[in-house]
């Protein structure tokens, strides 16, 4: 499988030989041991990511963020546009975006900025454990507070910032930012989710009939699959065709839907094949299948920010890092395991 580009390895080694260098001659100030909640009416909430899976790991601490200060407005400042994804959650006000683009273009980028600080943000948050880019970032955007982890060889100009927790899992890291609130400690929910509202999972439904037809649902389990991913994560297309094969001759009524980007081509003309431009459209329509079998991929979490029950093959990265986090998925780790061991933990999982 493709490793990840030479340019990528360089690119990550050079910033975090920067990072160290900058850490060494600036000296962040701490001002502030707790937020007062009660003051907070406006956050800006910066991760300069464009990948799907780092954005919807911000939606335990928006939701958590809701919950202790449910009068607050929160802003996005991402490394895309996902306004369509995640700008229908209760308190997200607005999403800016900071791409490659606006980067290049320092005009640009500056006038983002002065906007930005026409706001008047009572704090800002940079939730990220490495990301020098989000903290310089955060530096030069006005507010009372600015909050971050405190990380070595990281550069950061936050002036309240959280100890780094031996939390394991990518997503559950940035709710340890919640322990700078002042007041009761409350308990928020360990989950990826978008809040699809009631016409939206509707309208999912009516998409999956629409494919299938209400015939041939009945007594059915729809199972979809996602069969790309990034680098060493792929699994061959061959495994999938397969995988899905053997899985039909159990007799057990499956009907699989294989989900593919547009423009992509099915696994096999034998099996239905859906595509969406729209990712809350596809967040919809995951939310109507019984399953969503996939590899460590952003699809994955955006079905588990879905609420679908997920079946996870891992071949490379750490499930507790990475994996799902819904109360029902479940990760088979495919590695030194016969096809017919992955099929054995499929059928149980599907029909425990």
Known sequence: MAKRPWHSRIRRSISKSLNAFLCRIINTKIEYDRIDANGIKRILLI?????????????????????????????LLLGADFSELIGRMANVNKIYCVNSRLIKNPFRLITLIKELNKNGYDLTISPAKSSGSSNILQASIKSRYKLSFKVKDVINFANIVVDFPDIKHAALLPLALMDAFDGERLTYEPYLDISLF?????????????????????????????????????????????????????????????????????????????????????????????????????????????????????NKTSPEAYGPLGKNDRVIDINNKSLDEVLSETVSIIHK
């Open 47 to 75: 991760r300069l990511n464009h990948r799907i899976g780092n954005i919807l790991f911000l939606t335990p601490l928006i939701k958590a963020l809701e919950k202790k200060i449910p009068h607050a407005q929160i802003d």
């Open 198 to 314: 009631d016409d939206e999972k509707a309208r999912g439904k009516e998409i999956l009939t629409q494919l299938i037809g209400q015939d041939n649902i009945n007594g059915m389990k729809i199972i979809g699959i996602f069969r790309n991913a990034r680098y060493e994560k792929k699994i061959a297309d061959s495994f999938w065709l397969e995988y899905i094969n053997k899985l039909l001759e159990t007799g057990h009524g499956y009907i699989f839907v294989d989900i593919i980007a547009p423009g992509g081509k099915a696994v096999s003309d034998d099996v239905l094949s859906i595509s969406f431009v729209n990712l809350r459209e596809l967040a919809s329509f995951m939310a109507a299948l019984d399953f969503f079998i996939c590899a460590d991929t952003g699809p994955m979490h955006l079905a588990s920010a879905a609420k679908t029950d997920i079946i996870a093959l891992f």
